[in-house]
């Protein structure tokens, strides 16, 4: 978590330098000398709960020495879908460069397999196993802010930092029992939620007024509720780390600097000059 944590205190440090202007001039869409990428777009992906921990339990019985029980919560992670709309703007910045906000439908999917078994004299003769299981879908609000590097005028690298506020809309949810020590069992997350999180992506520039971009994105802070700065979420005894895994394509707006050329045989420039 203190790793983590270095990343917002990097980002916000780049935030107040990047807040100095550069002198204004007759860049495109009126914001100074920068030249602008701005558009909308969609995204399709994967998300997938990553176990986090495990839960386990070992004591005996004060009242009859000769049993002893063993517990032990096991979660289990499974791949899920989201799908998403937004717009986002891209400038010529030192620092704070990239932006985009929008709406995620989410499917969080995982599970959990507890095992509870009874020894006498050290001897098992007892077992009981319950398999449970979710399927949460949500709907999500995020805005984001973070830095692009340019690799070539094909290829970029984007990463930074959001928040998102998700509404569970549905909660399919089979429970297991909770273990008898574990005084954190709780029946899945709360129906709000308010993150920030950490994203990174790979931007790919085609012919035309499309680039694609894979992401990969997982929250880093819990603000809402604000339990102790944890980023996963709690489901029965055990916890798991939601990933989004997508593909953004996303449009250029006609006027945007990466937009292509357009073929001109009388030679005449944006601005309405002629050759020379």
Request: with cysteine; net charge positive.
């Amino acid at each position: 978590m203190k790793k983590l944590l270095i990343i917002p205190i990097l980002l916000i440090t780049i935030t107040v330098v990047g807040q100095h202007k550069k002198q204004k001039g007759a860049g495109l869409y009126n914001t100074g000398q920068n030249s602008v990428d701005k558009g909308w777009y969609f995204g399709l992906g994967l998300t997938y709960m990553a176990a986090y921990n495990n839960e386990t339990a070992d004591f005996s019985d004060t009242l009859n020495p000769t049993l002893n029980y063993k517990y032990l919560a096991d979660p289990k992670g499974k791949f899920g879908a989201l799908a998403e709309v937004g717009m986002f703007k891209m400038t010529d910045r030192k620092f704070i460069n990239y932006r985009d906000f929008g709406l995620t439908w989410k499917w969080f999917r995982g599970g959990e397999d507890y095992t509870a078994e009874t020894y006498t004299n050290d001897v098992l003769t007892s077992t009981s196993t319950v398999e449970g299981s979710y399927g949460d879908h949500l709907i999500s609000a995020h805005f984001n802010l973070g830095f692009r590097f340019d690799a070539s005028e094909d290829l970029f690298y984007v990463n930074g930092l959001g928040l998102n506020a998700d509404y569970h809309l549905i909660k399919g949810r089979t429970a297991t029992p909770q273990i008898p020590t574990n005084d954190n069992y709780v029946a899945g997350p709360d129906a709000f939620l308010g993150e920030l999180h950490y994203f990174f992506g790979i931007g790919f520039k085609t012919g035309k007024r499309l680039i694609i971009m894979p992401m990969i994105e997982t929250p880093i802070l819990a603000l809402l509720p604000f339990n102790h700065i944890k980023s996963t979420h709690p489901y029965y005894n055990t916890r798991a780390r939601p990933f989004l895994l997508r593909v953004r394509f996303m449009f250029l707006k006609k006027g945007s600097k990466s937009c292509p050329a357009v073929f001109n045989p009388m030679g005449i420039d944006p601005n309405g000059n002629g050759p020379k």
